[in-house]
């Protein structure tokens, strides 16, 4: 099971980077005025989801950690994680997308120092107790929908990659 656990998790990393990649590529080509394009996420615009995914990688590397060491409750409140996101809004445009690729790094970085040992260790996730693992599974999802946000609130055709959708399948239908 740790291996085929280990090798789920490193095809997961190797997603991560290629959807982060085209996220920081669309968002680095920006022109000011479309940062403040709406999104399908209301009231955010472009920069405010742009900040959102570049905070959400700042909060699962604190709880993967967390997890690590055996922290089992939330570290940081809702309230902190938003005033935090407002801050990363408030960046230029390159200083954000830049933000973004250093955060995510950290984040990918971390997660594949993991061992197929630590793997099923808990962390707390703000909705529940969640394996390490998941933590993967579950930014990758978060920035394959929100990459199609992106695109799409840009006006650019764009569809969740076939191979990162039957990825995620199993960990969209787990229930336990």
């Avoid at 630590?118 to 529940?128: A, E, I």
């Amino acid at each position: 099971m740790s291996q085929e656990l280990s090798a789920r998790h490193a095809e997961g990393l190797r997603h991560q980077d290629t959807v982060s990649a085209d996220i920081a590529s669309t968002a680095g080509a920006l022109s000011p005025e479309g940062w403040g394009t709406p999104t399908n996420c209301p009231p955010w615009d472009v920069k405010m989801l742009v900040a959102h995914m570049t905070r959400g990688a700042e909060s699962f590397v604190s709880i993967v950690n967390n997890g690590l060491q055996g922290i089992t409750e939330i570290t940081q409140s809702r309230e902190e994680r938003e005033r935090r996101q407002r801050e990363l809004a408030d960046l230029s445009g390159p200083e954000l997308v830049a933000t973004f690729q250093r955060n995510q790094g950290a984040y990918r970085d971390l997660l594949a120092g993991l061992s197929p040992s630590v793997l099923t260790k808990p962390g707390r996730h703000p909705w529940s107790m969640q394996p390490l693992w998941w933590f993967g599974d579950q930014r990758l999802a978060e920035l394959a929908l929100h990459d199609w946000d992106l695109h799409f609130s840009l006006g650019q055709e764009q569809e969740i990659d076939a191979m990162v959708a039957q990825y995620l399948l199993p960990t969209i239908i787990r229930s336990e």
